[in-house]
């Protein structure tokens, strides 16, 4: 039986062409193949990014990554802000890293508040902050050009944002921002199989992991940096991904990028109308709503899993019952990658026809 396409928000469906790209032959890493291959790659995904840096490839998903960050950045104190399962669990791997850590917590469906961060920092002894800038289990989208500028006022703070979610679905100005360190796993709006990750890191946030002993091997930025001045990785990459990532690169350069948003945008604000004219109403409040996902919030009257099941069996499409905590009481639509008004259209379509019988 043919699997279901996926619109939940990750790992999202992928295109035969991707597929076809991750079956070219495999090189040697440590040649002029793989170098080329590397290379070649560095520009389009800078400008997805917004940096002029390089662009490091993990073969790890986005925790690998997370993690890192935490081994290579905090010193003193890090100050992890959550308000979802993503964000919430970046504090638990700041401690099981043996770090210093605390939190702001809100509500989640709520955003973080910058002047929240501003007072938590004011308060001292922090040197690094994350933020997930799309926080995916309630689809709130951060106010990320204000914390960073909040962030930005303290010295010797790095800010580290997770963009899984949000990457290439929405603009991102890594330089322009002061980001420190920036991360996505591919699996979500870049649209490729599970298996890889892509990060930048400031000339600062290098310097900071210069400084710290305990870094570990498999995730060390000065070691990712070392090797990126020979267009290599340190250690043997997902090779078949780093063909699949080129694929979709020069695709999204050939759509645009400015494109790419506004496509995502108006697929986004389609589900959204959607939902309005069933009344399901979204978690996050106005403003701080994602445009790669909708969350709606379940209706009372909603048999939600037999509703997400007959549109899986009658129609191969899949959308998401909830994650973490509010599984069950949400449910997930993904518009990430590489769906367009037609294929969204197609999903609606489903959700309504079966939509009847699930509703009490
Ligand atoms: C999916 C997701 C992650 C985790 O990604 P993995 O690939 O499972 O490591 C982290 N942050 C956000 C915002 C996500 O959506």
């Known amino acids: 039986m043919s699997k279901p396409k996926l619109f939940i928000p990750g790992p999202v469906d992928v295109a035969p062409e991707t597929y076809a790209a991750?079956?070219?032959a495999t090189i040697g890493h440590r040649g002029a193949d793989f170098e080329e291959l590397y290379a070649s790659i560095q520009p389009g995904i800078r400008q997805i990014v917004g940096t002029e840096r390089p662009v490091f490839f993990s073969t790890s998903s986005a925790w690998g990554v997370m993690e890192g960050?935490?081994?290579?950045?905090?010193?003193?104190?890090?100050?992890?802000?959550?308000?979802?399962?993503?964000?919430?669990?970046?504090?638990?791997?700041?401690?099981?890293?043996?770090?210093?850590?605390?939190?702001?917590?809100v509500e989640w469906g709520q955003p973080i508040?910058?002047?929240?961060?501003?007072?938590?920092?004011?308060?001292?002894?922090?040197?690094?902050?994350?933020?997930?800038?799309?926080?995916?289990?309630?689809?709130?989208?951060?106010?990320?050009e204000e914390i960073a500028k909040v962030v930005k006022s303290f010295?010797?703070?790095?800010?580290?944002?997770?963009?899984?979610?949000?990457?290439?679905?929405?603009?991102?100005?890594f330089d322009g921002l002061g980001i420190?360190?920036?991360?996505?796993?591919?699996?979500?709006?870049?649209?490729?199989?599970?298996?890889?990750?892509?990060?930048?890191?400031?000339?600062?946030?290098?310097?900071r992991a210069a400084k710290l002993e305990d870094r570990g091997y498999y995730f060390d930025f000065l070691e990712f940096a070392?090797?990126?001045?020979?267009?290599?990785?340190?250690?043997?990459?997902?090779?078949?991904?780093?063909y699949a990532l080129r694929e979709r690169v020069n695709v999204m350069l050939s759509e645009g990028l400015e494109n790419r948003?506004?496509?995502?945008?108006?697929?986004?604000?389609?589900?959204?109308?959607?939902?309005?004219?069933?009344?399901?109403?979204?978690?996050?409040?106005?403003?701080?709503?994602?445009?790669?996902?909708?969350?709606f919030v379940t209706p009372e009257n909603l048999d939600q899993g037999g509703w997400i099941k007959a549109v899986i069996a009658k129609h191969g499409l899949a959308i998401n019952g909830g994650y973490g905590k509010i599984k069950g009481k949400t449910f997930r639509i993904s518009n990430m990658g590489?769906?367009?008004?037609?294929?969204?259209?197609?999903?609606?379509?489903?959700?309504?026809?079966?939509?009847?019988?699930?509703?009490?």
């Open 22 to 24: 991750m079956g070219s």
């Open 69 to 105: 960050c935490i081994r290579n950045l905090v010193q003193k104190k890090v100050l992890n802000l959550c308000c979802g399962a993503f964000s919430d669990k970046w504090f638990g791997v700041s401690e099981s890293c043996g770090k210093q850590a605390e939190k702001i917590q």
């Open 113 to 144: 508040d910058p002047e929240a961060v501003r007072a938590k920092l004011a308060e001292g002894g922090f040197d690094t902050v994350t933020l997930v800038h799309n926080e995916t289990s309630t689809g709130v989208l951060n106010p990320l």
């Open 155 to 173: 010295d010797d703070v790095m800010l580290v944002v997770d963009t899984v979610s949000s990457l290439s679905a929405m603009p991102i100005d």
């Open 180 to 207: 420190d360190v920036l991360l996505a796993g591919v699996q979500k709006a870049i649209a490729l199989p599970p298996g890889l990750a892509v990060f930048a890191t400031s000339e600062a946030a290098l310097e």
């Open 226 to 242: 070392k090797n990126d001045a020979k267009n290599n990785t340190p250690s043997t990459p997902a090779i078949p991904h780093l």
């Open 261 to 295: 948003f506004k496509r995502h945008e108006e697929n986004n604000a389609m589900v959204h109308a959607w939902g309005e004219k069933h009344g399901f109403e979204l978690l996050p409040p106005e403003g701080y709503r994602s445009k790669s996902l909708s969350c």
């Open 338 to 360: 590489n769906e367009t008004a037609e294929t969204m259209q197609e999903l609606l379509d489903a959700l309504d026809a079966e939509l009847p019988e699930f509703l009490s």
